[in-house]
């Protein structure tokens, strides 16, 4: 399997409201959110597109205040707080963040948009540095961060990852296989994961090893058999009562 991040529907709608937020007129808002169920890319896409533009890439803590919020950004800055109170580090922080240009990205958005604090000292950030800030979180937080009337009003760019389409899945197939999968096989792999880009990963590679492990350029549905593409599933739950 080839290391490289897929250019599917999710990825470019990510691509153009960072854009959009990088090259806005000076003074309007700069907050993007990223929201969708679990195993869509979203932290993937973002780490792509961290370092695409040199960004500063924080995962939130369920155990984060904003005094450990703060310290944390100055780590991924490589800078050491000159002193270890709130407005001290705010402002170094937008400081840093102004004079670099380099916007910020917060994952795990969840922990932080329940804490008015944590969501009032991200405004200060900013508002007194003007660089771009990127939040990304579970599908449930935009509903959540409407709560915030200020905080979510400085928010411009809203972007939902969804499942992929088979179209994305097929391109996910010749991005990232050396092997050639029949058209077949890969339509029962997608119905399987139901779009969920990260079943389809794992599919791909299960696929992948097998077609290695018999020495085959491409493999379809007879090559594969009745194989799970998703290697080993969860135990379900015994039921109750007798035997």
Not at 48 to 73: D, K
Not at 101 to 121: A, N, Q, S
Not at 182 to 200: C, H, M, P
Request: with cysteine.
């Amino acid at each position: 399997m080839r290391s490289i991040v897929a250019p599917v529907k999710n990825i470019g709608n990510l691509s153009d409201a960072s854009d959009a937020l990088l090259t806005r007129t000076p003074g309007t808002p700069g907050i993007g959110l990223i929201f969708g169920k679990s195993g869509l890319g979203k932290t993937t896409a973002t780490a792509w597109f961290v370092n695409q533009c040199n960004g500063v890439y924080v995962r939130a803590l369920s155990t984060w205040t904003p005094g450990s919020m703060l310290q944390a950004i100055l780590r991924e800055l490589d800078v050491a707080p000159t002193k270890l109170r709130a407005a001290p580090m705010v402002s170094q922080i937008a400081d840093v963040l102004r004079v670099t240009g380099r916007p910020l990205f917060i994952d795990e958005f969840d922990y932080i948009v329940e804490d008015k604090k944590m969501t009032e000292t991200l405004r200060d950030i900013h508002d007194l540095s003007s660089v771009p800030i990127v939040l990304v979180g579970m599908d449930g937080v935009q509903q959540k961060v409407q709560l915030r009337d200020q905080f979510v009003n400085r928010i411009a760019q809203w972007v939902e990852f969804k499942p992929v389409d088979f179209e994305d899945c097929q391109l996910l197939s010749k991005s990232l296989c050396e092997i050639t999968i029949k058209i077949e096989l890969l339509r029962k792999l997608f119905d399987a994961s139901k779009g969920v880009i990260r079943l389809i990963v794992i599919g791909l590679d299960a696929i992948e090893r097998r077609a290695k492990t018999l020495a085959i350029a491409e493999i379809g549905s007879e090559e594969w058999g009745k194989a799970n593409f998703f290697l080993s599933e969860s135990p379900k739950a015994k039921k109750r009562g007798g035997c």
